[in-house]
């Protein structure tokens, strides 16, 4: 199996200022360049985009690599801290912790607790990962490896979601076989600023999968929230008032 714990990043275009800072975390022997896709629509949109490595692969190194890219102020808020698979298991722990102090944190594929996926083949396991062909092949080319390894140990130890208070978004294919969205319901249940939204027909691999496009405008209007709000407190801060409608912060649902 090829491991990767290398980091990727993707700037905005000349011109526009940077809007914010998203540092995802990849999954389970994933090769951080197969968020291109992701990578370049977000940045298209003035968001940077920090991409860390396979934390199953090297916990402390790629631990050590999310803290210094959250904690990089030459990149603007919001900083948020996105993952896939068991890179969203380790934002979650992370935060809850109170390793890092994210803005806000984006959370796609979330593994449920004690459900480890076993294949028959790399191909039955594309097949439960994602319907997109493409991303089937990058994932193969890449040499990226199975999501049936184990977790590191001390990843067994629960942590209490309900102290995360930062606005929290789940995103969960409607069709994931290899962590079905019940599994985690409970997870989002307890955050209190969280709100898990359902793709449909999505598999594992959301971030990846062939609505790849809906989901990066559903992360882009959460960034935007994220921001609009901020605002809103600058001018407060300021005691000034300039006709912006606070928004609604995210609803503790489970959708």
């Known amino acids: 199996m090829t491991t990767h714990t290398t980091t990727a990043r993707w700037d905005e275009p000349a011109g ?5 800072t998203v540092v995802l975390a990849v999954g389970r022997g994933e090769n951080p360049v197969v968020y291109q896709r992701l ?3 977000l940045s298209a949109d003035a968001y940077r985009v920090r991409v860390a490595g396979d934390a199953t692969a090297d916990p402390d190194e790629v631990t050590t690599q999310v803290k210094a890219l959250l ?3 030459s990149d603007p ?7 896939s698979d068991t890179g969203a298991l380790l934002a979650l722990r992370l935060t809850a912790q109170r390793a890092v102090a994210p803005d806000a944190l984006i959370l796609a594929g979330l593994p ?15 097949r439960e990962r994602t319907s997109c062909p493409t991303h089937r092949q990058r994932l193969t080319d890449t040499g990226s490896g199975s999501l049936a390894v184990d977790l590191p ?8 979601p309900a102290g995360i208070t930062v606005p929290v978004l ?3 294919g409607a069709d994931d076989e290899i962590s079905p969205r019940a599994a985690v319901r409970g997870v989002y249940a307890r955050m209190p600023a969280s709100r898990l939204t359902s793709v449909a027909g999505g598999k594992h691999d959301v971030l990846n999968d062939l609505t790849h496009r809906s989901v990066a405008a559903t992360i882009v209007l959460f960034l935007e929230s994220l921001r609009q709000n901020r605002e809103i407190v600058r001018d407060a801060d300021l005691g000034v008032e300039r006709g912006i409608v606070r928004a609604s912060s995210p609803a503790a649902t489970t959708g």
Not at 77 to 83: C, I, K, M, Q
Not at 112 to 126: Q, T, V
Not at 153 to 160: A, L, N, R, T
């Open 16 to 20: 526009p200022h940077a809007r914010g």
């Open 39 to 41: 990578g370049e629509r």
């Open 71 to 73: 904690a990089d102020e």
């Open 77 to 83: 808020a919001p900083r948020v801290l996105a993952g």
């Open 112 to 126: 449920g607790a004690g459900r480890e996926p076993r294949f028959e083949s790399w191909e039955d396991e594309l």
């Open 153 to 160: 140990p001390q990843w067994h130890e629960e942590v209490d």
């Open 170 to 172: 789940g995103l969960h």
